[in-house]
């Protein structure tokens, strides 16, 4: 069966300090990967995707960014955080190419830059 | 662009009561639909999907939901509340475009009295 890591839970880390975050698939092959952010209180947005390996599109300009060095491995990463990156940061995947195939995601990084 | 709108953002039922949260889509094509649920500090998981196969669905603990077209509607329904039932719950539709991006609304955070 698929399963999906993500790590750290949870992150307190100082303004202007490096980020990454990790998370990798298991199970499948050449799956789409997504990096979604949830600010209290507010719904889901979409960060990132990526259809393949390198391949990397972003939703929204902000200080994140991310690469996919490995097939089912999806890194977001930050050089310098802002206040207003924290939030809880959900990495999800799908089967590439099947319509109606839901998002499977982790259990979240919550993420608070004091 | 496809979109999704939550009316309610708390929803409050008692237990054995019928729970009703309702969701709206804009799309141009056939949507793909979904609704999710999140407990506290964990990712989301699936309740149910529009396959178009069947205009109701059946979703996981006695959740289901209604497909209406000329409504551009998809509400989530529960016969009867249990406690183990507070949470969030999102609607959310797939583009079929890039990297079939899904779109989350705002969610609906769903109180259960004892």
């Known amino acids: 069966s698929q399963t999906i890591h993500q790590w750290p839970a949870t992150l307190v880390q100082p303004v202007g300090s490096p980020l990454s975050l990790e998370c990798t698939v298991e199970g499948t092959s050449n799956p789409n990967l997504y990096w979604y952010r949830q600010a209290a209180g507010r719904g889901l947005q979409l960060l990132f995707y990526s259809v393949g390996i390198g391949q990397i599109s972003s939703e929204v300009p902000q200080n994140l960014s991310a690469s996919r060095p490995q097939d089912r491995q999806f890194i977001l990463s930050s050089k310098k955080l802002l206040l207003s990156d924290s939030g809880f940061y959900l990495c999800?995947?799908?089967?590439?190419?099947?319509?109606?195939?839901?998002?499977?995601f982790g259990n979240g990084t919550r993420l608070t830059v004091t | 662009a496809q979109s999704v709108t939550q009316l309610g953002s708390h929803v409050s039922v008692s237990e054995g009561a019928l729970v009703l949260l309702r969701c709206n889509y804009s799309?141009?094509?056939?949507?793909?639909l979904f609704w999710y649920v999140q407990y506290p500090n964990q990712g989301l998981q699936l309740l149910l999907k529009y396959t178009s196969a069947a205009t109701l669905v059946k979703g996981i603990n006695d959740f289901e939901a209604e497909f209406k077209k000329s409504e551009t509607s998809f509400h989530l329904t529960k016969p009867s509340a249990h406690m183990s039932d507070a949470a969030e719950y999102f609607c959310?539709?797939?583009?079929?475009?890039?990297?079939?991006?899904?779109?989350f609304g705002a969610g609906t955070r769903l109180f259960v009295k004892a």
């Open positions: 799309s141009s094509v056939p949507p793909y």
């Open positions: 959310a539709v797939s583009e079929e475009v890039g990297g079939f991006k899904t779109i």
């Open positions: 999800a995947w799908r089967v590439l190419g099947q319509q109606n195939s839901p998002l499977h």
